[in-house]
């Protein structure tokens, strides 16, 4: 008989697999380019997408103890409300900085979600544009995030190669 995997070691190897693939990405760039925002663009630097995950996991950390806590919450959307909180936060001031503050946030939802018994991955939340959700679906947006902002990087770099 096939054991079921909880929903916490599925959902785990997902977001690490994501930030691998964002990771690799960013190690693209060099020190200089890092800071260097895309050509003919306003776009934010790789070091400011990076800064971007970063307040993203915090603010997602923060939705999913508000879900476990309140009974059906309405949350914002994580991709509205985290560019918005990057452009009024402090840029950041190294990637040094960025890189230890992306792993010690992902750490801290990966004890969070550790902890959750597995009806826990059921719970009922709102978002404005999505409507009615579930946990699990609240989670599994952020290894998209990731996957979204390392195509983000990717593209940089090709452009700028082109340039």
Not at 10 to 32: G, N, P, W
Not at 131 to 154: M, S
Request: hydrophobic share 40%.
């Amino acid at each position: 008989m096939a054991s079921v995997e909880n929903p916490f070691d599925k959902v785990r190897r997902k977001m690490v697999a994501a930030r691998v693939e964002f990771m690799s990405q960013l190690a693209r760039f060099t020190s200089d380019e890092l800071t260097r925002p895309p050509a003919d663009s306003n776009e934010w630097t790789p070091l400011h997408i990076a800064y971007h995950l970063y307040i993203a996991d915090g603010l997602a950390l923060e939705q999913m103890q508000r879900v476990q806590e309140e009974d059906n919450p309405l949350v914002p959307v994580l991709d509205e409300e985290t560019p918005r909180l990057t452009r009024e936060a402090e840029p950041p001031s190294s990637l040094d900085s960025v890189l230890a503050g992306m792993a010690a946030r992902r750490e801290e939802i990966f004890e969070y979600l550790s902890q959750l018994p597995d009806d826990a991955w059921e719970r009922p939340l709102q978002q404005p544009n999505w409507g009615q959700l579930k946990f699990y679906q609240l989670v599994n947006v952020l290894p998209q995030h990731d996957r979204l902002h390392a195509q983000q990087l990717a593209d940089i770099k090709t452009a700028a190669g082109q340039a």
